[in-house]
């Protein structure tokens, strides 16, 4: 239990004030490194005395407090838009990162088996209609959505939580890359005990000899590299003549040699993309190749 230092009623200096203000300040900052957030009560005394305690009393007084830090910030949500997409008070919409959910219906796209299911437990968790942001190096996409990292006022990871209820699978892109690891342990956890998509015929691996146009969403191929091509923006894993995996230049150092690869037999995860009749995949980080 803390209390923060008491004032009497009758020091009305802005002096005083203003000192109080800071310490409170203070308070509040030092709670935020040991906890995403904690309830704050004012109590003030017969003699008029105020104090400042995280334990609730009889004459208490819960005051609202953001705990702000460079990467975590409180606000208020009015909407879920999909499983991996909120809607702020302000309309700034969020996207969560390293997770990526089944699609809802929309005007311009089918639902995917799976994508209600993960927008419901969004709105579940966040029906008290308060979130922290956590940024990492890039707080935008090209969408100019807000890249985060979503945390309940009581700790909880709702990004990982969705990965370990099987509502979502990890897409890891850099130079994002906190909690990656937390991430990837989650969907092998989820994995493991077949949960959500994992148990869904969707969503299996499928050999590449399977791959055809019509092939959309988030996909899993199963394969063996056999070369290795390097152009100047990628180098190419080549599984056959119709298709690679291309993996940016600048990422590479994220990535084991790639000659580990070769010869194995491995899964593919992501979005297929096509030109005539070959097809690639952008991988962008390691978590999407599972040597078999």
């Known amino acids: 239990m803390f ?14 004030r203003n000192l109080n203000q800071v310490c409170l300040f203070c308070l509040v900052y030092l709670l935020s490194q040991i ?3 904690s309830e704050i009560y004012r109590v003030v005394d017969e003699q008029g005395r105020v104090s400042y305690s995280d334990q609730p009393t009889a004459n208490s007084t819960q005051i609202e407090v953001s705990i702000q830090t460079p990467n975590r910030q409180l606000h208020r949500v009015k909407s879920v838009y999909d499983g991996d997409t909120i809607i702020l008070k302000n309309d700034d919409r969020v996207r969560l990162l ?11 796209r089918q639902d995917e088996p799976g994508g209600i299911a993960a927008k419901a437990w969004l709105q579940n968790q966040l029906k008290n209609g308060k979130v922290f942001l956590e940024y990492d190096k890039e707080k935008h996409d090209h ?43 989650a969907q092998r956890r989820a994995e493991k005990e077949g949960l959500g998509i994992w148990s869904m015929p969707q969503y299996q691996p499928r050999q590449l000899s399977q791959i055809t146009k019509n ?22 894993l080549i599984f056959n003549g119709q298709f ?49």
């Open 3 to 16: 209390k923060l230092i008491n004032l009497p009623a009758s020091y009305k200096s802005t002096t005083m």
């Open 35 to 37: 906890v995403l957030a």
């Open 98 to 108: 390293g997770v990526n959910t089944p699609e809802i219906e929309g005007r311009f």
């Open 143 to 185: 969408y100019q959505r807000l890249l985060a990292h979503l945390h309940l006022p009581d700790g909880k990871h709702l990004n990982v939580g969705l990965i370990e209820n099987g509502l979502a699978t990890v897409s890891i892109i850099p130079p994002n890359l906190r909690h990656t690891k937390e991430l990837v342990r």
């Open 215 to 236: 092939n959309k969403g988030w996909q899993r191929f199963i394969g063996t590299p056999k070369s290795i091509k390097t152009s100047r923006k990628y180098t190419r």
């Open 244 to 292: 690679n995996i291309r993996i940016a230049n600048d990422n590479l150092a994220l990535f084991p040699d790639l000659k580990t690869y070769l010869g194995k037999s491995i899964e593919i995860r992501g979005w297929v993309s096509r030109t005539k009749q070959k097809y690639s995949m952008h991988i962008r980080h390691p978590s999407a190749l599972i040597v078999q």
